[in-house]
């Protein structure tokens, strides 16, 4: 696997769970990375390379590295390739290398934006490279279906063309047994504080509601730029920032909430795994109705606002905060579907099939 790990992202978290099950089902894996956390392989599976992180998206690799994972492959034997796409610039380059390495399988993270000119131009541009990247892979996985759209104008043989959504721990993520008896409204958000997830439309949507009810919090799990916008007064009171915390620490806070609330600009919905994980531990949603949104979410599931819009945040947190019989029950859906269609015991399954077919279509 070609990625990077140990970072609090959605394509770290699907790149540890995806390691995770190969390794649980018996099969040896080895990593390429510059990143100095995988905590998950002994060191002599850790194969490490030079790169400068530019932004939380994408790394500057040094430019001798596809070589140098051929190479590497060639020793050990590798015979299957899977390559994180929105993890660096390797991922452009191995293509070139084909004829030295095993069969290819790029896993395609990118989203995609609504929002203003400027992120939603570095989104197509983004989207534009890793496309054409792609189209030099002997498999293609997609992280929701959405994504089938970037290349249905293109000339990618649709047999390329895996849809296989991210996961979830059933197991660790878990509705909450216990009752809560302290009358507060929990309203949580995790993920990177970003203006393309939304956090600014949180916060402002929060002071408002906190207003009226002064008996409610929000909790907010990450960091980023949007952080800036707390308050010293707000902090460890009405709301309460608890930056970069351990991916196993997050189930805990999860089951002390009551709703989970990401008005992002940015979709597909269902490839975020920190919506998949508040869903999993039996959360109902406030997200905004972007990328299909409306196919995935039911209104049963949870309440879908208009992009960027403080108003209806607020309005769908009143609604919630004032019939827990809604939550719960929404709550239940949300659990029941993760649970049907996005444990990681069924994701790897598929991921595995992948697999199979590009090395049996190799050996031909």
């Known amino acids: 696997m070609v990625s990077k790990f140990g970072v609090p992202d959605g394509l770290c978290i699907r790149a540890n769970a995806v390691l995770k099950g190969l ?4 099969h040896e894996v080895h990593a390429f990375t510059h990143s100095n956390n995988v905590s ?9 390379f030079h790169g400068v992180q530019i932004n939380p998206h994408l790394s500057l690799d040094a430019p001798h590295t596809p070589r140098t994972i051929a190479e590497i492959c060639g020793r050990l034997g590798i015979d299957v390739l899977d390559v994180q796409m929105n993890s660096g ?3 452009f380059l191995l293509p070139f290398f084909k004829q030295s390495l095993p069969p290819l399988v790029v896993t395609y993270h990118l989203a995609y934006s609504t929002t203003g000119s400027i992120i939603k131009t570095a989104f197509n541009m983004a989207g534009k490279a890793s496309l054409s990247a792609g189209k030099r892979y002997d498999a293609i996985i997609l992280v929701h279906p959405f994504q089938r759209r970037m290349f249905s104008h293109s000339d990618v043989p649709r047999d390329k063309l895996n849809v296989i959504v991210n996961g979830v721990d059933t197991h660790i993520f878990t509705p909450r047994t216990h009752q809560r008896n302290d009358g507060t409204m929990d309203f949580i958000y995790v993920g990177r504080l970003s203006v393309d997830k939304g956090v600014h439309i949180v916060i ?13 919090r929000l909790t907010l799990i990450g960091d980023g730029l949007v952080r800036s916008m707390l308050t010293g007064h707000e902090q460890n ?8 915390i351990d991916h196993d620490l997050v189930p805990s806070f999860l089951k002390e909430a009551d709703v ?3 008005p992002m600009s940015i979709g597909p919905l269902t490839a975020s795994i920190s919506v998949l994980e508040a869903m999993s531990c039996g959360l109902p949603l406030i997200t905004t109705n972007v990328a299909d949104a409306d196919r995935i979410l039911s209104p049963s599931e949870g309440i879908l606002v208009e992009p960027e819009c403080v108003p209806a945040v607020v309005d769908a ?3 919630l905060a004032q019939d827990e019989n809604l939550r719960l029950s929404m709550g239940q859906r949300c659990r029941e579907k993760i649970l049907r269609e996005h444990s990681w015991e069924r994701q790897i399954g598929l991921i595995e099939d992948v697999y199979r077919r590009v090395i049996n279509q190799s050996n031909r």
């Open 23 to 26: 390794l649980d089902n018996g």
């Open 40 to 48: 998950l392989l002994p060191p002599e599976r850790v194969h490490r």
């Open 89 to 91: 610039s390797t991922e």
């Open 204 to 216: 402002e949507a929060f002071r408002a509601y906190h207003k009226e009810n002064p008996m409610s």
């Open 237 to 244: 009171r009405s709301i309460r920032w608890l930056g970069n």
């Open 260 to 262: 989970f609330v990401v």
């Open 317 to 319: 947190m009143r609604v």
